[in-house]
């Protein structure tokens, strides 16, 4: 008879991948080993719809995922974050009793596992938020809280100033903004944020977790609603160049947890820990072979990419597309600009076949015909 299969075999889709991804940001400057839990509670899981999904529960994924995540963090000096994020049962009005049911479940693993602490990211809504920091500050553990709003504040139209002071009050250690915008427009929301709380006398510390995308045309939601979401975003990848720009806007604004969200790959979180490095007091296990502001090129070949090898060329390019038909800015979907406040609003507008013909026709862009 065949024996039996341990649980990490029985999810096993690769944890010689997910180890190895950690390890590159853990070279790369990561401090955090952020467990890969993301949307892993039950509601959201099932709600996936096929019947694969059946084998992926809550505790399965969550267990795994800190398994993972504290195996590498132990490689270096990391520390291990367990996440939770917005379900699809605050979605559906069902409530704040079924809602923090959702999240303990989460939370229950994390603290099985010993994690250093919590995220409690990609929320919309500030309500829910709170929600989710009240389960999570029981545990004892340090909390941190990042929601995945802009400049305009949240979907419900609370502003991003009064989030944040909300989501200190419910007793989050840190609070901020990851996803949906740019590193630029996230610093755009934490100066509303940090002006607030400092009007409310709260302390706390900052979080900024952005897209590693230009958003620049991006709406109250972000880019959840640009023609490009999700698999034509390429196009409005940053640069490392860009990455240390932002690195030191966020440090002289006062953010001390500076990290990234969708896009970020690792040698964008390198250009944040070199950017760092004399405040941090060390640079990267992966810049031992890596000169900051491009000095490798000193050994190019051609003289003129030896030119190159300097800050200051870095910093003033202004790099060029390659897609001469494209324009710099899309019109984002118009649910995502005009539905206002509330994403279920939105998903239940969205009704008739003539809508969604519509939604699926390819976007006009706003510079071109
Ligand atoms: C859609 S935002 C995703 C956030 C999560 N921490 C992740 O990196 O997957
Ligand atoms: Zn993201």
Redesign the pocket.
Known sequence: MAPKKGLLQRLDEGPVIVRQLHREFLRAGSDVM?A?T??ASDDKLSNRGNESSKKYTCRGINDAACRLAREVAEEGDGLVAG?L?QTPTYLSGLGKENTQKEFKKQVDVFVENKVDFL?V??FEHVEEIEWAIEVSVKTGMPVVASM?IGPKGDLHGVPAGECAVRMAKAGAHVVGI??HFDPFMTLEGLRLMKAALDAAGVKVHLIA?PLALHTPDAHKQGFIDLPEFPFGLEPRICTRWDMHKYAREAYDLGVRYIGG??GFEAYHIRAVAEELATERGRKPKASEKHDMWAGGLKMHTKPWVRARASKEYWQSLKPSSGRPFCSSMSQPDKWGVTAGDSTLKQKTAITTDEEIAELAKPRRVMNGK
Do not use: R
């Open positions: 952020q890969f993301f949307y996440g994020s995220i990211e990609y995945c990851n996803c977790q969200c969708c």
